[in-house]
């Protein structure tokens, strides 16, 4: 059986992670949760010093701590993923964009794997004391909002959104420990802690 494991960003996955984000480019696909990688593709030493600036922020109206994170298939060493983990929220996010950004890999889709990353990132919502996270979906993108209620999450609104993304857009609520409490029994066998 497949085992994924988070791992934080670090220089020897720099090659690793700069292919990430150009299979996106390639398979023209939106880009998510990955702590701004994509604007750091010439600089990934400067991405993992903002990653450090992200996680000791205090919280104001202009931006939030936050965690990233590579999703790591253990069997080949691969990151078939990114989880961007937001640990507060402020006004802006509280109405868009929500705790958790996400992403898999284009060529890596369809085998369920970002349940296993939404899983994960919950597990790191639950050890910072997150009780509730908000997150949001285009609803263009049913492979994320399904994601989100395959884990107990639900929809607390839909709105077409004329500020950020120009449609419309459905908002989601997941009760942290009910969601690890009910699904423990189909992911934990799936992962690893580190």
């Known amino acids: 059986m497949e085992k994924f494991y988070l791992e934080e960003p670090c220089i020897k996955r720099k090659k690793e992670a700069i292919e990430f984000i150009n299979e996106f480019y390639t398979y023209n696909s939106e880009i998510n949760g990955t702590g701004g990688l994509q604007r750091f593709l010439d600089n990934y030493e400067g991405w993992l010093e903002k990653l450090e600036e992200d996680y000791k922020r205090i919280p104001n109206e202009e931006k939030v701590p936050a965690r990233t994170y590579f999703l790591i298939r253990k069997e080949d ?82 709105y077409f959104d004329d500020e950020y993304s120009n449609c419309i857009v459905k908002d989601y609520i997941i009760n942290v420990n009910e969601s690890i409490g009910k699904y423990s029994n189909i992911y934990e066998e799936k992962i690893e802690l580190r």
Do not use: F, H
């Not at 964009?97 to 970002?114: A, L, V």
């Not at 997150?135 to 395959?150: G, I, L, Q, R, V």
């Open 77 to 158: 060493n691969k990151i078939v993923g990114m989880i961007n983990i937001r640990l507060a929220l402020n006004e802006r996010l509280k109405k868009y964009g929500g705790n958790i950004g996400y992403s898999i890999r284009p060529t890596e889709r369809g085998n369920g794997y970002n349940k296993i990353n939404l899983y994960l990132g919950l597990k790191i919502c639950q050890k910072y004391g997150i009780k509730e996270v908000l997150m949001d979906a285009d609803k263009d993108n049913p492979a994320s909002w399904k994601t989100m209620e395959d884990l107990g999450g639900q929809m607390i609104k839909e």
